[in-house]
């Protein structure tokens, strides 16, 4: 039996997460005016409160794990973007480091335990611990955006077709969007 190569999870996992976060954006777009800021209920309360979220989470993270102190500044305004087309672009650069740290992680870097600058202190966790973590959070704040959309006039898209390759079918347009093939994917 072969070992599960956890390099190749996490860089799957990044993946899954950018082509995720098109999708949902790409039905963002489709919103009427008015809707991207309105009032829902949920843990945030709005597409565009909880987009902000996830964004700022990413950058808190993917910065630690790139071996950055931007700590809680990340956090410095709750909503640094009013428009969703701002919010996608920092989403696809964020999205695009995530996904460089993944491709060249290895088992040493996985295990290695990295600063995490919480302003009155540093907290330390392995980066295993921490990608685990930060895709964990974006799956959940993604669903909530996924149930928001389902009060408004655009229909929740499906986020949970890219990591298999019999979900080849139904992902082209989000592969061409990011410049990706289906070799790249499936390594």
Same mark, same amino acid.
């Given at each position: 039996m072969t070992a599960v190569d956890p390099t190749r999870v996490f860089r799957k996992l990044a993946y899954n997460n950018a082509l995720a976060n098109t999708r949902l954006y790409q039905a963002c777009a489709a919103l009427q005016p008015g809707e991207f800021e309105a009032k829902r209920v949920s843990f945030f309360p709005s597409i565009k409160a909880t987009l902000n979220h996830i964004l700022i989470v990413d950058w808190f993270y993917v910065d630690a794990l790139e071996g950055g102190t931007l700590g809680i500044r990340a956090f410095d305004k709750e909503e640094p973007f009013d428009t969703l087309a701002g919010l996608s672009a920092e989403q696809a650069?964020?999205?695009? #480091?995530?996904?460089?740290?993944?491709?060249?992680?290895?088992?040493? =870097?996985? =295990? #290695?335990?990295?600063?995490?600058? #919480?302003?009155? %202190?540093? @907290? %330390?966790? %392995? =980066?295993?611990?921490?990608?685990?973590?930060?895709? @964990?959070?974006?799956?959940?704040? %993604?669903?909530?955006?996924?149930?928001?959309?389902?009060?408004?006039?655009? =229909? &929740? &898209?499906?986020?949970d077709e890219f990591i298999v390759a019999d979900d080849a079918r139904f992902r082209s347009g989000e592969l061409a969007s990011l410049k990706w093939s289906e070799t790249k994917l499936m390594r």
């Open positions: 650069k964020v999205d695009h #480091r995530l996904v460089l740290l993944c491709e060249t992680v290895d088992a040493d =870097a996985l =295990a #290695r335990v990295i600063d995490l600058h #919480r302003g009155d %202190r540093i @907290q %330390r966790e %392995r =980066a295993d611990d921490v990608f685990s973590h930060l895709f @964990q959070h974006q799956t959940h704040h %993604r669903g909530q955006v996924h149930a928001m959309l389902a009060g408004s006039s655009v =229909a &929740p &898209p499906q986020l």
